[in-house]
């Protein structure tokens, strides 16, 4: 299926551990090294994006990685700040009121304030232009939340409007779903494994991103892909011969069908376009195993196939 | 320390908490705890809170509810195991359990006040913490009325598994919120409802808050933490009743981990936390891990002809690399979480699905099986 990821914005997200950060990560990478000015955006989490790139922390402040790459890891605090910051104009007023004991600690009991805070952020920097007037970032790559709560987190702006009296902090959450439910704008990679779990979560995710959500999943990256390599008679051989190599092969092979029908559930139940990452067997996981990655999903970046 | 730690604390402890990162396998870990329980002869509940409804697949069940539900006889049969005690499981549905703890604590006129406010609609079902909350919460109420000899609970899967232990404090502080009060105070009216937003309306700090959130926003909020902070009395006390619980003797928590090293800190961070609280730990569960192959399998697959030898040959250097990167894993975990012992179960050909294979894990678990590639 010939596609192409296009969207300005671009949300990850998939089961806990199936490497999200790792395809965001050579996502982001891969727009970059196409010339595309891109930012990938980490949420409050232990900071992974650089540490796989093998490049010092970023922090909470935007910090370019190397050409055409830059990455943030955004906090509501800090987020907080930039909004308060912006809505204000003055830092003492911000420090008076918002860096008070008292306040903060009744900030954070405003439901979803957090997330509306991190989103913001993001959609700022999807949004946000040069005095030129052209685009600062071609590319927002963002490291989502897990299944789990990747619905919900999507789904706060839309929550926000619906719960929240107008004001300013609703108007600022329609601002961000307008933005996250326009499919010519933003897109949603789902990343997953070929085992049973991550594929059914997978599926139930997507058909909430469609109905719920409406943030539209357009790919999906099927991460730690492994294709067959031994054939009937090797296994017959086997079999007769050894315990130990019979059940290795046996495993390989069944991860390899497992891998086969996971392409095909992808492709038929939730007609998505897929890309098959390789399963890397290296001691270590850094900037050569993303970059491997990153190579693999060149079909999404425009590459001839 | 028991060499078999898991198996000691099967048979010892009431109440059994998985904890741990997303994706480690933890609903896995507890179903099979529960059932393994209940074939040894003790009767077990496991009450998951994960939306995405692992658990009931694991068990053979289409869906899980609110409610406690059995697992039919038939199922263990299948799986050729026999019951020797119940095995019930549940999946906390956040809401309803919000409600019906709501429902307990009010009276009628407090309760409409409650259930119609917007911010509670939100409180119940979005805030940050408040799975993790009503999860304490519904672990104390089932340990308290209910006589199930253990039960398992399948925390929240967290990002980081350490939210798990701040999370109630942060809806506590929520629902008693001493800015809140500071900035709301309510002059209370000789009425019921009469209570004015006194500071509300003329701090500096309410009116920048204001034009941050909109006025009518904090006009919610302050309503709903009015009604709530009537409650707080009860709040408190189940939340210190939650706490005797954890740090009870009976009590025991099991870490589950990858051995993916890059995830281990916090997994340790999560073992010296539980243990400055005064929590048991009963294990640190290295989940699907890659063991060694036999040495001797090399010259096995030597002796084979090409093409199948490099096949072969192959696959035994991806398994071995796979394996020294976990055996790394599991050495750290072994290292930085003593004196807790670390117990390894390995990665299996398919997913863990049915009972079959529950089964499979409970006996590495308890330490009856610790090869991989013995025979059976």
Not at chain 1, 136 to 159: E, K, W
Not at chain 1, 243 to 256: G, K, P
Not at chain 2, 339 to 355: A, G, I, S
Request: glycine share 4%; net charge neutral; proline share 5%.
């Amino acid at each position: 299926m010939s596609f192409a990821l296009a969207n300005r914005l671009v949300f990850v997200t998939g089961k806990g551990g199936v490497g999200k950060s790792s395809v965001a990560t050579a996502l982001a990478l891969g727009f970059a090294g196409r010339g595309l000015r891109t930012l990938v955006c980490e949420l409050n989490v232990q900071e992974r994006v650089s540490t796989l790139l093998e490049r010092p922390q970023a922090g909470p402040a935007v910090t370019r990685l190397e050409e055409n790459l830059w990455s943030v890891n955004i906090t509501p605090d800090e987020a907080l700040r930039e909004v308060a910051l912006m809505r204000l104009r003055v830092e003492t007023l911000y420090r008076a009121v918002f860096e008070n004991r008292l306040v903060k600690s009744f900030l954070r009991v405003i439901p979803s304030l957090q997330e509306v805070l991190m989103l913001g952020k993001v959609v700022f920097h999807a949004q946000e232009k040069e005095a030129t007037g052209s685009y600062r970032f071609d590319r927002v790559v963002v490291d989502a939340p897990a299944t789990g709560h990747a619905i919900s987190f999507l789904m706060v702006p839309q929550v926000v409007v619906d719960t929240v009296p107008p004001g300013p902090l609703a108007r600022e959450a329609k601002n961000m779903r307008d933005l996250l439910v326009d499919e010519r704008q933003t897109a949603v990679v789902l990343v997953t494994t070929p085992e049973e779990m991550p594929l059914k979560e997978t599926a139930e995710l997507c058909e909430k991103l469609r109905n719920e959500a409406r943030v539209w999943p357009r790919c999906v990256a099927l991460n730690n892909f492994i294709d067959p390599r031994f054939t009937q008679e090797d296994l017959q051989s086997l079999r007769a011969s050894s315990h130990v190599l019979s059940s290795l092969a046996q495993v390989h092979e069944a991860r390899a069908s497992q891998s086969a029908a996971a392409v095909a559930f992808l492709d038929h139940k939730l007609g998505l376009p897929v890309v098959k990452l390789p399963r890397l067997f290296t001691p270590e996981f850094g900037r050569q195993e993303v970059c491997a990655l990153s190579r693999c999903l060149g079909p999404w970046l425009g590459d001839a196939q | 320390m028991s060499h078999f730690p898991i198996a000691t604390a099967l048979r010892d402890k009431t109440v059994l908490v998985c904890v741990g990162a997303g994706g480690v396998g933890k609903t896995t870990i507890a179903a099979s705890l529960g059932l393994r329980s209940s074939v040894d002869g003790r009767a077990a509940l496991v009450c998951t809170i994960d939306p995405a409804r692992r658990l009931a697949t694991s068990l053979g069940l289409a869906e899980l509810g609110n409610t406690e539900t059995p697992i039919a006889r038939e199922l263990f049969h299948a799986a050729g195991l026999v019951p020797r005690a119940a095995l019930s499981a549940m999946m906390l549905d956040m809401k309803a359990s919000w409600d019906h703890l709501i429902e307990r604590l009010t009276t009628p006129e407090q309760r409409a006040r409650i259930f119609s406010n917007r911010v509670y609609q939100s409180v119940s079902s979005t805030l940050a913490g408040s799975q993790e909350y009503i999860a304490m919460e519904k672990l104390r109420e089932l340990r308290l009325e209910r006589s199930y000899p253990l039960i398992v609970l399948d925390t929240p899967p967290t990002s980081h598994a350490l939210d798990f232990l701040d999370a109630p404090n942060r809806v506590l502080d929520f629902l008693d919120n001493e800015a809140a009060r500071f900035l709301l105070s309510p002059v209370a009216a000789a009425g019921k409802v009469g209570f004015r937003l006194f500071r509300l309306s003329t701090t500096r700090a309410s009116k920048v808050l204001a034009k941050f959130t909109g006025q009518r926003t904090l006009e919610e909020l302050a309503n709903f933490i009015m009604v709530m902070s009537e409650l707080n009395p009860d709040f408190r006390s189940k939340a210190e009743e939650v706490r005797a619980l954890l740090t009870n003797t009976n009590t025991a928590f099991v870490i589950v981990a990858s051995p993916n090293l890059e995830r281990l800190d916090e997994v340790v961070r999560l073992h010296t936390v539980l243990l400055q609280n005064r929590i048991a730990v009963a294990a640190v569960v290295a989940n699907r891990v890659h063991f060694p192959v036999p040495e001797t399998a090399w010259a096995e697959a030597k002796a084979f002809p090409a093409p199948l030898r490099d096949r072969l040959l192959e696959t035994l250097a991806e398994h071995a690399a796979a394996a020294r990167m976990d055996q790394r894993g599991v050495s750290y975990l072994q290292r930085l979480c003593l004196p807790t012992p670390v117990v390894e179960v390995p990665r299996f050909d398919l997913d863990v699905h049915d009972l079959t294979a529950l089964w499979k894990v409970s006996r590495y678990l308890v330490g009856e099986r610790i090869t991989e590639w013995a025979t059976e």
